[in-house]
């Protein structure tokens, strides 16, 4: 089934890609403000190029039940960014751009997206008990679809399941992943480069 290769056939690069982002601290409460914001640029600039990429590729946003409009979650970003005194404009000059070869692939990678719906409920929960983020008073991307997390993250999975109609989709559904988890690691490496 699509949902388990996704899942299983990608961990190794989605393991790699929590190394680099903060996995670690955020469970532990040690994460700084400095490495939040660099935390919420990051998330901003993968979700919006994806966002731009999937609303590019002819018939994505019309997709039977993926219900595309509401599982955006740049709008969310650009709030937390606001809120930690963050230029969008200076972050909008980012060079980065993702291409899909084709729908199947476009799924596979807003999976990473919405995947990380998942544990950002665990994670707003542990962002709002560090002591280094006080001063933070809304985490608006993270835990974005409250109690609805596991009816959306159901209904995504059932999208998967009927867009996976051949073993061609399938793979294209994972390369799609893999190529989406790579990148958003490339994306921490370089800021943390940066800093």
């Not at 060079?95 to 070869?101: D, I, K, R």
């Not at 995947?115 to 809304?138: D, F, N």
């Not at 999208?159 to 893999?178: P, T, Y």
């Amino acid at each position: 089934m699509i949902t388990e290769r996704l899942r299983s056939e990608t961990r190794p690069q989605h393991e790699a890609m929590e190394r680099v982002g903060f996995s670690d601290k955020i469970m532990s409460g040690r994460l700084t403000l400095p490495e939040y914001k660099i935390l919420i640029r990051n998330n901003y600039i993968m979700n919006t190029i994806v966002e731009k990429g999937v609303e590019a590729m002819d018939g994505f946003t019309s997709i039977p039940g993926l219900n595309y409009e509401s599982r955006k979650k740049g709008a969310l970003l650009e709030k937390d960014l606001e809120l930690l005194g963050l230029s969008k404009s200076e972050i909008d000059q980012h060079t980065y751009s993702f291409q899909f070869s084709n729908l199947h692939e476009a799924l596979g990678a807003f999976y990473v997206m919405e995947g990380s719906t998942l544990g950002g409920t665990v994670i707003g929960r542990q962002l709002a008990k560090t002591p280094s983020l006080e001063s933070v008073k809304e985490f608006n991307f993270y835990g974005c679809y409250g109690d609805m997390v596991g009816p959306n993250w159901k209904a995504f999975q059932a999208v998967l399941i009927e867009q996976a109609n051949s073993k061609e989709a399938e793979d294209a559904m994972v390369a799609g992943a893999g190529k989406a988890f790579d990148y958003f690691r490339g994306i921490f490496e370089d800021s943390l480069a940066e800093s």
